[in-house]
Structure formats: C-alpha cells, structure tokens
C-alpha cells in the first residue's frame, strides 16, 4: 500500500478533538433514565428490607422482597413451607436473609453490568463519549472479577424463582380470588422470563458445546433460551418493577391501605 | 430537492488539525459520502477520505458523523435536518494520517496475534463434516466487514490508548469466538483470548453492538458467550470438577 505520509512520528497521533463528544443526539438520556431508575429500586428495596407489612393471612400474599421467609419472627403461615431454619438468635429482617440472591443475581447479570457501568459509573455513559476515568482495567481485577460468579447466583435465582412461584399459586388457589394472587402471578411470568432468558442459562443450556448437532434437546432448550434472550433488556426492567409493584401491593393490603373486595 | 448544507471537516495531518467549516450543496438520495466526494470536487482537491464500494461492504469509509462511528457510505443525508451542521471527523481512536484517512495497522497487528483456523490432527482439508447447527453460530460473525468502527468505540482502547497493548477489541475477540465454536477447531483460544487479548477488560457496554453496520451481536453472541467459556475454565470450581470426574472432552 501507498503511504500517503512521509513521518512515521506524525502518524502517531490521534485527531487532537478537545471536546468530550461530538455527538449532537440527547445521548445523555438514556443512562439518566436508568440512574433513576436503578436508584428508585435501591431505594425502594432498602425501605421494604425494614417495613415488617409483607403478609396477608387472610389472601395468602407474601411479598416477594421477604419470600421465603425463613425466621422465626416470620408470622406462622408467611414461613416457607413451615419451616424456620433460623433459630431465635437471628432478630433482624427476614428479607436480608435472601435478598443476597436476587441481589447478587441482577448486580452480575451481564444486562445490569450494562446499565449500571453506563450510568453509574460513566465508563462510558453512551458510546463515543469519552470517560471521565484517567485508567481502565475492566473486569480484571479485585472487586469486579467477582462479575464471574454470575452463574452460581443464576442457581439461586432459580431456587428463589421456584419459591415465588409456589407463594403466586398458594395465593392463585385461596379462595376467595383477589387482584393481588393475579399480580403475584404475572411477577412470576415476568421474573421467569427474566431469569431463563440470562447469559448464564444461555451458556449452560448448549452455549457451551461446539456440536449442537450431537445434543438435540440442550439444542431445543439453548434455541428457546436465546429468544428469551434476544429481549433481557426489556425482561430486566419489566421484571424489576413487577417485582417492585408486586411487593408494594402486598404490602399495602397489609397495611389495610388498600382495601377493597377481591383486593 | 436540493439544498446548501453546512458542514465541519476535520482537515489536518497528524494529530494536528482543525474543523473547517463548508457549505455544500446536497441532493436527493445522497449520502454523506457523496458530499465529502463533492467537497473534493469543488472546494477541497487533497481532502484525504478512503472509500471504495459505496455499498456498506468494504468498511472503508468509517468515519465519524455528529460524532458517531459511522459508514459515510451508508449514512444518508435525508436523516439530518437541512438546517443541521454536519460534523465529519476521522476515527478517534487510530492515528491520522491526513485528514478523515486514518491509520488502522492496530486492527492488522491484533488479527496477526490470533492464531488461524487449526484442525485436529489427521483430519484434512475436504474431510470436515458438519451440520449446519453447529456452524451457523459460527458464520454470523463471518459476515464483518472490517470497519473497525467496533474497535473504534470501544471506550477500552478509545478513552485509554494504553490498554492497546493488552486489548484486541471486540473485532478480534469476536473471531476468538467464532474459532473456539467451530466444531473442528482444536486451539487453545479460552487462555489466549482472557491472557492475551484482554477479554476481561470488555465491560458489556454493548458499544460495539451498536455501531455495527452488519448487525452482527457481538456482545449477545460473541463475547458474552467466549466470557462464560472462559468462566468455565478458569473461574467456575465446579465445572472444573466435572471435568475431572468425568474427563469431559472438549
């Protein structure tokens, strides 16, 4: 090829542009929008950790931020499947025993490490927008090697996922049937949708094998997980204020805020 | 219809260099690449642009455009409001060599850097036998042209030029991918792409996604993928383990 410059020196160089971006589009709204609403969750989350209102007896509605409820101060009837592993010792909140794993699993998912690098830390907050960061070292180091332990809370998001699906169907067969059972319900879809549509799943399902041909069923299933898989973005936030919307719902007939018949 | 657009040019050798302002006419159905043609023709002789098929399949003409990675040849004028102020810069992340020419032997280095197709042992060329299953995953990413617009956004080697020596960018890494999924390729790339090519320094931020001009999903079907490998390999204990107990072959 021709060189069109005759000094290696010169060729060295990037085009000395001074501005942070060029780009002319409201590029910053997109990770405002998902600041705010990664913060409202937090927020929200924080909050329902400490409000003791997460049980209905009389609807058999358990919001899903204390599900399972696993101590003993948990009321008889919201403890998961009786049981109360925990002894007498343990006074906290029952939600902190479990919100680890949802936690964990939407704080490594590939989708959220997105967002939250994006609009948290701006590293970077959309594409062609120089970082506010003078060094980078990614996910090669202490903390953020630990991202690679996605999979292990994948495992327990399905323990977890099983756990709210058994609270939507005591709710779906109490009778008489309440608006709440229907949200708890659609929670459920929505958290499935989300937690068999992650990378992880993806990879374990077949991702993993070079002959898809040779394993017809992990095949079938790695197909069915990459369509779920196609749509994580979305399944991530609808899912997320599912979660949220189903939990305040729970918590509000406890409350006795609202309360109308068939609530 | 045409009308007189304006439009910013970065003009310069080296790093050095300037904005220059131009008012141009634009016609029907052109694109940003024909502009910059008409500039040459009419305003600006030695403005310096590489260019080849005009149909969006060499990945020549990547440039950036109201500073977006993008094909000039492939952009249309039509999507900017005639009132707007077009500003064409070369790549960011490569050296310039004169005006929107940029210096990609980075791109060439890395691809030299991974090893090429390697078969098993005994097996010859017009002996492969595959299903088109297993090598569908595979010819998705066959379908890159080249651009390295995906390796100009990534924010690893544009915002830090430091870490070139230790990322091969998303472009490179794809090809990791697509070698490490080809049923009969035999290298050790799981090691070579986390080690060497710096696989761990991606942080999903989808960039390279975005600005591909094939579509082509590299984070969804590349490097999420060659990251969970590597996971398997290296950081999973209990994957470790079923290989051992149960000698899973590759």
Known sequence: ?263 | MSYKAKFKVWRGEGGEGKLEDFTVEVNEGEVVLDIIHRLQATQAPDLAVRWNCKAGKCGSCSMEINGKPRLGCMTRMSTFDPDETITVTPMRTFPVIKDLVTDVSYNYQKAREVPSFTPPAGVRPGEYRMKQVDVERSQEFRKCIECFMCNNVCHVIRDHEENKTNFSGPRFLMRIAELDMHPYDVADRQEAAQEQHGLGYCNITKCCTEVCPEHIKITDNALIPMKERVVDRKYDPLVWLGNKIFKRAK
């Open chain 1, 1 to 263: 090829m021709t060189q069109t410059t005759p000094e290696a020196t010169v060729r060295r160089q990037r085009a000395q542009v001074k501005v942070r971006t060029l780009r002319t589009d409201r590029w910053w709204l997109t990770p405002l929008l998902t600041f705010l609403g990664l913060s409202a969750f937090l927020i929200y989350g924080v909050w329902a950790i400490f409000d003791t209102s997460y049980y209905v007896p009389a609807s058999e509605y358990i919001a899903p931020f204390s599900s399972p409820c696993l101590a003993t101060s948990c009321p008889e009837g919201a403890r998961f499947l009786g049981l109360a592993p925990f002894g007498d010792w343990y006074a906290l909140p029952p939600g902190l025993l479990i919100l680890g794993l949802p936690g964990g699993f939407r704080l490594t998912c590939y989708y959220y490490r997105k967002s939250y690098y994006r609009s948290f830390w701006l590293a970077p907050a959309a594409c062609a927008v120089q970082e506010p960061h003078g060094k980078y070292t990614g996910e090669t180091r202490f903390p953020l090697i630990f991202q690679n332990i996605h999979r292990y809370f994948f495992y327990a998001a399905l323990l977890i996922g099983s756990v709210l699906t058994y609270d939507a169907i005591l709710a779906l067969v109490h009778k008489p049937l309440g608006l709440g059972s229907w949200i708890l319900a659609l929670n459920v879809v929505l958290i499935w949708g989300y937690t068999l549509g992650c990378h992880s799943c993806r990879h374990i399902t077949a991702g993993r094998l070079n002959h898809f041909s040779r394993h017809p069923l992990r095949y079938r299933a790695w197909t069915f997980v990459s369509k779920l898989n196609a749509k994580h973005q979305p399944l991530a936030w609808a899912s997320m204020f599912s979660v949220m919307g189903a939990d305040l719902y729970v918590r509000l007939v406890a409350k006795g805020i609202i309360a109308f018949p068939y609530a």
